[in-house]
């Protein structure tokens, strides 16, 4: 007898995730603002329904994997939410990036109810997402942890961080702060290397292939270097959203971290410069500017 | 018949690096300023000399690997120096992390004597060296590069940056920036993880197993999350000496780099605590002190 | 026939405020949530009441000097509020350092209700209150800015500001924001006139004689210059919170203000060390410790 | 008797200097590289020579008040420089703004020639010159101090700091810094108030008449709230010089200073658009296009 996964946020994320979902045999009931997203989906099996609250089964496990704290608080506690319908027993895994005090909050009320938050945030890029190679950051209630094991085992490697859920989000912030931080590195490097007249790529591609050998650097050092920041893998504005979050939480408990800052500024510039909706990597493009030099992406 | 090689600097780096050449087959006449650090490479077939020119071969090469640009200027322009023995035709090989601005005069000193100048410093611990897996950037006239090939192989990994030997300095500084500011980014985010409560191990591990598993993390995230700062392998007052030309370059292309002045802040700051013979990463005990969180390494 | 005004907030501004307001022959109605503030006041005069509501007039002004946002929020909209009994016609003089955002939303509560929110945040410490020489931040209504200009008169230097409440605000955080950015660059000059081996207080004597010869270098360039610290003449922890509005407003706006986080980050740092209590000038503590200085307040 | 003084240097600060002494019955040899400089000067009772060496009398006083480091080494050591001329007992006192590094071996080739270096450095523009209000930081030995006294005093009004000549240089640097630093602080505070929608002349009114009511803030104060780069009252690239200094010497004591290097990128981007020749106030053109604003100078 196979298991029923309800699933909410059919974006790029989302719809590779319920493909593994689906082959690893569960029955998945699913849900997006927009309903056309769901079609291809149906198509390999998935059930469409029309509210947050339909994916819902009795007992049952809810992912939900939307853009940001208002659409999760929307498909959350919304007049068609989730969160009434759980019912006791039901377990929500909410793997979006989310700020902590949300994923707090969240927490709070689905213990009020005898349901359980399971936080979940996720790295990766969709075609991570696709290969199930996800890295899930998790953190809740350990007997509802067991239960979803399985669930994000299907969808890549989960790695455990205790009881309480918004842990996992502070985790996955740091993550983020270390990615802009590394194409700040990067891209004052190459500013320097370009200043001096030698070639951005070919520096870059000694670092990606020696000390910096790993996923992030590979990543992003050739887009730094060739300056290429469309489209974007990921969005510039979902990245200062981030660093906010983060610097919220670092407000909170008195930590001053001046990268934070500085990455803070960067980004701030950029979506005042209309940069928002390109990538990630666009940030390095006011390093260059700041030094007189022309970019033409 | 087999070919020579003289060698100026016999420290934790020159050492395995002087043994690789004698495996290669190389005659190599060695010279240090303390005269002991000779004895072991004589032991395995090394030739000790007494001063800087006698390492010298007609026509031949000199590697040198000291610490800094004073101990540079001293075995190259001292009264027993190599640049006036070296003689047209011969090629200094020069690996030290020294400033571009030396680079750049020693080479035009070289370059009027008909001598050859090549900037060829390295990334790699010692035992990178003893591996013969240095990562090094060389740039010089094409023509002394080519002879050079099948010592540089002997050590390690070339690559090759073009004609101009202050260029190889300065993509060595930049990797050295680069590597300062991974660490300052590690040591925030880790203060974070602390304040909130969570392990610095358990976080930092993930990270360096997924999003950075390339060897500046995996070496320094266990030593910045577990605040192990010696025995040093890398003097963090080195890094700051670094820093500092890396601006000064900066400076002289008009390249305002906000996070190399922040590294440098710290290391300072870190220089006038007294700890500028730990390690390097002991510059993030300054990222928990500020925010109020007790250090005892 | 005199005019009646009721005041609530008998801190060490609202006392002499009060003062002046009897001074200059209105009948004062005051309210404290600790009651034995109001004494020495009604021994001068004025009436005490045991709520914020009671010190209402129909038709009439009153002003708030709290704390901050919670206790403003206190005053205006809680069980016994002022708001509701405003009524049409009322004024509420609101002399808060609060951020913009809660003016925002109290003037629109106001204006549903008939009455007005005049923004009129001050600068000046308690000796400047005595003295009527409070500078004063105005704005709201221009008909209700008309009918409040003989009270602000009686307790200041009105400056007029436009007709929307929380630029006031704004402009009230522009002039701390200056003050602490101020108080930073003597930090940064008077730790490099000590490390050179120079007197702190002859080198700022210079300054605040000439160049800098106005109140806020006069008043804090020898509380640094001496490190004097205590009594706290305005709480770091205060100054903190009036940064963090400041930013907050800067990032909904999109303005990267490196400085401004730059001050950010050293109040919350000192907070971290539990120097929260002690006078603003204190954030100057850390740049002498940073520098390897003792430092014995 | 009248009593003999030399001069070099007659740029725009240097003319109203040499009137003054003139003025106060000195007889003035001058000396200036252009040598048209010189003529309105000789119409008012100067006397000009064609080398620096030849306004030197026999045991007598040099003031020099020349653009650089460069300049000032030149006029001094060169071929036709004074240090040869000046002989034991003469009094060498040197009024521009340089490093201390260069007061400091000035000072030791004097003392061995048995000549003294007054370091005596100014703060003031030319009309405080030609009003004779120069404000003038002086260090050196106490006898030649003395005797320049009356010197100094028909320029501006002399504050003694002691024997070491590089201390004065310090202190004119760390003026500098926090006039820079001022500047910095008011155009982060103008940018957020134009992002607020509101008047930036109406706000720097209010401060340059309150808490910031002097000297620095009044005469920056319009021109950054007006955006009035030209013409240049102190150039820009000059303003960066003075950070260098002030930051090698920072350095050399190792004293991390975070806002003196956020200014330091200030003007070396500026310089880099290409702006250097403009008004020091117009570091802030860069905070304004940073928030996305556009500013027509």
Redesign the interface.
């Known amino acids: 007898m196979s298991q029923s996964v309800g699933f909410i946020g059919l974006g790029s994320m989302g719809q590779p995730m319920v493909r593994n979902l689906l082959k690893a045999g569960y029955h998945v009931k699913v849900y997006n603002r927009s309903e056309s997203r769901a079609s291809a989906l149906v198509d390999v099996g998935a059930i469409a329904v029309s509210s947050p609250a339909e994916v819902v089964e009795v007992d049952g496990m809810v992912v939900t994997m939307v853009s940001n704290d208002a659409a999760l608080e929307d498909v959350t506690l919304g007049a068609q939410g989730l969160l009434e319908r759980l019912g006791s027993g039901g377990i929500h895994i909410s793997m979006s990036t989310v700020s902590p005090d949300l994923a707090y909050k969240l927490a709070e009320l689905h213990k009020q109810r005898g349901s359980s938050y399971i936080a979940a945030p996720v790295?990766g890029r969709p075609q991570s997402a696709a290969a199930a190679q996800l890295?899930i950051?998790v953190a809740g209630s350990s007997i509802a942890k067991e239960r979803t094991q399985p669930v994000l085992q299907a969808l890549g490697q989960p790695?455990d961080?205790?009881e309480q859920p918004k842990?996992a989000n502070?985790?996955k912030l740091?993550?983020n702060?270390?990615?802009i931080?590394?194409i700040?590195?990067?891209g004052?490097?190459l500013?320097?290397?370009e200043?001096?007249?030698?070639d951005r790529s070919?520096?870059m591609s000694?670092?990606t292939q020696?000390?910096?050998?790993?996923?992030?650097?590979q990543t992003y050092g050739p887009l730094i270097a060739e300056q290429r920041f469309t489209p974007p893998g990921f969005q510039l504005q979902w990245g200062l959203k981030d660093i906010?979050f983060?610097l919220d939480?670092?407000?909170q408990?008195?930590?001053?971290?001046?990268?934070?800052?500085?990455v803070?500024?960067?980004l701030?510039?950029s979506?005042?410069?209309?940069r928002g909706e390109s990538d990630l990597s666009r940030l390095t493009q006011?390093?260059s500017e700041?030094?007189?030099l022309e970019v033409v992406p």
């Not at 200043?195 to 030698?198: L, P, Q, R, S």
């Not at 020696?210 to 650097?217: E, M, N, R, V």
């Not at 979506?271 to 209309?274: H, I, S, W």
Request: proline fraction near 4%; glycine fraction near 8%; charged fraction near 10%.
């Open positions: 790295f890295k950051c790695f961080f205790g842990q502070v985790i740091c993550g702060f270390m990615i931080s590394a700040e590195a990067m004052e490097a500013t320097l290397v200043k001096n007249g030698m070919a520096v000694l670092f020696t000390l910096f050998a790993c996923p992030i650097y906010n983060f939480n670092a407000s408990v008195y930590a001053p971290l001046p990268l934070a800052h500085l803070q500024n960067r701030l510039s979506v005042a410069k209309g006011a390093i700041d030094a007189g």
